[in-house]
């Protein structure tokens, strides 16, 4: 039987590092780290997804007493921005089994003074201004929309509909942040470092007409603004495997015509790879599931580029993830291998 290694694992200490860096003064603190580190990052993971938000990169470091973290995201069109169902406040159990309540920040776009007390700090990458136009981001007609419909006539017309968007997410990481300070019984000095990726990509968008051409069947499709969006993402900055298999299973959980969205991942990863430009060598994407809802569950290979994952050397990055749907479960594995 085959027998499989993680392929991140298999590289460390040749290409790959390790996401949390610690130092155990004893030795049975070790797995005590190991514990909060996993217990940490699915929490970060489960609250960004929940509210509509992937997960591009995420490090933790420990410093004595000072515990520093490092997250990217990218804030897709399912953002919840007005939903009211949302609870109000959240129930945590702290390491002595402790229940503890606390308010849910979600809708709070107010300065988040009130949390940053002399161990605690929140590094917001955004403008100072933090100005609240994720609104006009979300509704409005993106480049790739104008772009399809005007043939690609109109280079010189005036784009600001990315270049000063800034997404004022305070209320989600204020929550964020008060919970790893119950976890950790205010024992550590917390510090939030947090990027948005949502950047402009007009001039790359722009320089490649043909790949915009290729995909005049999928215009009328909800998935392809924000797909090119997440796919440039990921051609033209690394470590992006987890944002593309968090961003197939967001899409795979609302579609139907899950096949034909496939078809445009395949295509348009296709084009953007041999653009010289591009960062990534290939792409395989593994999905096994009930794809189109069919009676048996299938599994689905996508390749593109080459793809050595026995080679230790390759710079690859890995990721995978598990769905539900009405469907049954989807498994979604992929490799992205940089240049």
């Excluded at 007493?65 to 949302?86: G, H, I, P, W």
């Excluded at 084009?271 to 010289?276: D, F, Y």
């Excluded at 792409?283 to 299938?298: C, E, S, W």
């Amino acid at each position: 039987m085959g027998q499989k290694i993680n392929p991140t694992i298999f590289r460390l200490g040749v290409n790959k590092t390790w996401k949390t860096e610690f130092f155990e003064k004893k030795n049975h603190e070790l797995p005590l780290y190991v514990f909060k580190d996993l217990e940490i990052r699915n929490y970060i993971d489960r609250v960004l997804e929940t509210y509509g938000i992937i997960l591009h990169d995420y490090k933790q470091h420990y410093n004595d007493s000072t515990l520093n973290l490092y997250v990217s995201y990218f804030v897709t069109s399912d953002f919840a921005v007005d939903k009211k169902e949302t609870t109000e406040r959240l129930t945590i159990k702290d390491g002595a089994g402790n229940k503890k309540v606390v308010k849910n920040l979600r809708n709070s776009v107010t300065d988040s003074t009130h949390f940053l007390s002399s161990n605690k700090t929140i590094n917001f990458s955004t403008d100072s201004s933090r100005l609240y136009k994720l609104k006009q981001y979300l509704n409005s007609s993106s480049s790739i929309k104008p772009v399809l419909q005007q043939g690609f006539g109109s280079r010189t017309k005036k784009i600001n509909e990315f270049s000063d968007t800034n997404f004022n997410v305070n209320g989600i990481f204020d929550q964020v942040f008060e919970v790893l300070n119950l976890f950790s019984n205010n024992k550590l000095n917390i510090a939030l470092n947090f990027c948005c990726i949502n950047k402009d990509l007009y001039f790359l968008k722009f320089s490649q007409d043909k790949i915009f051409m290729s995909l005049q069947k999928f215009r009328n499709t909800p998935f392809l603004r924000e797909g090119i969006e997440v796919l440039f993402h990921v051609a033209y900055n690394s470590n992006s495997a987890n944002l593309l298999a968090k961003f197939i299973a967001f899409q795979l959980k609302k579609i139907k015509r899950q096949k034909f969205f496939l078809s445009f991942l395949k295509q348009s990863l296709t084009a953007l790879s041999n653009s010289k430009p591009s960062k990534i060598k290939g792409v395989k994407i593994v999905i096994k599931g009930r794809l189109n809802g069919v009676p048996r569950a299938k599994h689905k290979i996508i390749t593109i580029g080459d793809v050595p994952v026995q080679s230790i050397s390759a710079k690859l990055d890995y990721s995978q993830t598990t769905i539900h749907n009405s469907n049954g479960s989807y498994g979604i594995q992929v490799w992205v291998v940089e240049k």
